[in-house]
């Protein structure tokens, strides 16, 4: 699978994963959003490859995604998938990174298994040119693929001889179409592209209007979402090792889980949050992600070092942020631009409250007062942050409808049926 860079997948973020690199396992167990890539399939072996920052397997992802790759056949004997994270997941993740998210569960894997195809995964950034790709391809065998991102990921499957099909991550429509020549390469790659998957309708419409001739293959397929907390995980030690005072009353934890670079934004309340942890020593800030841009890592590093009460904790394992999220107060997102966040929606079936950016991604999944809160400016962060930590009816209220649209929006059994369906379409070409 090639997985593109780190732009998003949004999908989502997850703070699962590291930069760029390339791990094919057996097994991706539960692996979330990733940023942009591909998968391959094989009928002989029902397994999917993927990365994992947990011990046991290395696994990239975002808190809302994960890693996709279906078919509905054995005869799809291989083929190039996308790496997908939802989280966003996300970790996770556009490029990768548990922090979300880029989907999670033994899901992702189990629409593989079950479909009896195998996923070869691999980081678009292992590949300097389309030759590169066309190697692997060989070498491989492959047959058909799944790209993660319009531009970073379909760009490199142009010209192969297999049918594949794409995702939208987000920036690719939010930042990249906006590029004229990047808007023009992506416009190829969907003239090429079997099919093409939108997270909402508004996604859709964008691509639509950007690119008219791809109007009939795009298709809307919302991030199906499973958690899966580790029960084992033990708070009260966490929170000692982030040096966080766990003998404050009333502890509020407000989590932002994102891959660390410009466009997830995680600075944008650092220093209003900084300011109101000094007059309340109660509430605390915690960023976790990978280090995605080098130099924009180092700023956060320095910033957040200066800033009382917000703590960066390095990416995680899926099964542990869950765990964190699941014990934090309040999950944030303040990035600007998102395609569907996974973290969000990972939040909401945890039964935690979110506060999110007011961004077109965002406010598309999370609706103001009713499943989560959203904030266009640092000071109405803080004075939304304080009305939800005054308001227990408010956050109970907010808990459940956001459970409530995730179970009813976000089943993973629909999308395991829409993606099955659709890998039919790439197995169709190969009959043709």
Not at 15 to 29: D, I, N, Y
Not at 157 to 168: A, T
Not at 175 to 184: C, F, I, T, V
Not at 370 to 395: H, N
Request: hydrophobic share 40%; charged share 25%.
């Amino acid at each position: 699978m090639l997985r593109a860079g780190p732009e998003h997948p949004s999908p989502g973020d997850t703070g699962l994963g590291r930069a760029p690199e390339l791990r094919v396992h057996k097994r991706l167990g539960h692996g979330r959003r990733c940023r942009a890539g591909a998968a391959a399939f094989n009928p002989a072996a029902a397994t999917l490859s993927g990365y994992c920052e947990c011990p046991r397997v290395r696994k990239r992802g975002s808190l809302g995604q994960r890693w996709r790759g279906w078919g509905k056949t054995q005869r799809l004997r291989k083929g190039l998938g996308a790496e997908m994270g939802f989280g966003q997941t996300g970790l996770g993740c556009e490029g990768v990174t548990h922090v979300a998210g880029e989907k999670q569960s033994p899901g992702e894997r189990d629409h593989l298994e079950a479909a009896g195809h195998m996923c070869v995964l691999r980081d678009a950034f292992d590949f300097e040119s389309p030759s590169d790709v066309a190697e692997l391809i060989a070498a491989e065998n492959l047959e058909a693929a799944l790209a993660l991102h319009l531009y970073r990921g379909g760009r490199l499957l142009q010209g192969h001889g297999i049918p594949f099909g794409v995702i939208f991550g987000g920036t690719d429509l939010n930042e990249d179409a906006n590029h004229k020549e990047k808007n023009e390469v992506m416009g190829k790659v969907l003239e090429e592209a079997r099919f093409a998957v939108a997270f909402t309708e508004a996604m859709k419409d964008t691509a639509q209007m950007q690119w008219p001739h791809a109007t009939g293959k795009i298709f809307v397929q919302s991030q199906g979402i499973a958690t899966i907390p580790n029960v084992n995980f033990n708070w009260n030690t966490f929170l000692q090792q982030s040096e966080i005072d766990q003998n404050a009353d009333n502890l509020y934890v407000f989590l932002v889980i994102c891959g660390l670079r410009p466009v997830k934004d995680p600075l944008y309340l650092v220093d209003v949050f900084s300011e109101w942890h000094q007059e309340e020593p109660n509430v605390y800030m915690l960023i976790v992600g990978p280090e995605v841009d080098p130099a924009f890592t180092r700023e956060v590093k320095d910033r957040v070092r200066r800033a009382a009460g917000v703590r960066l904790i390095r990416e995680m394992c899926q099964e542990d942020l869950h765990a964190v999220v699941k014990s934090c107060f309040a999950l944030v997102n303040s990035s600007v631009s998102e395609g569907m966040s996974a973290a969000i929606l990972e939040a909401m079936d945890l039964e935690v409250p979110v506060l999110a950016r007011n961004i077109p991604g965002n406010s598309a999944v999370v609706e103001h007062g009713v499943t989560g809160l959203l904030f266009t400016t640092p000071q109405e962060f803080i004075q939304l942050a304080k009305r939800l930590v005054s308001d227990p009816v408010l956050e109970k209220e907010i808990v459940t409808k956001g459970r409530e649209y995730v179970r009813t929006y976000h089943s993973w059994q629909v999308e395991r049926d829409t993606y099955q369906r659709l890998i039919g379409k790439l197995e169709a070409s190969l009959e043709d």
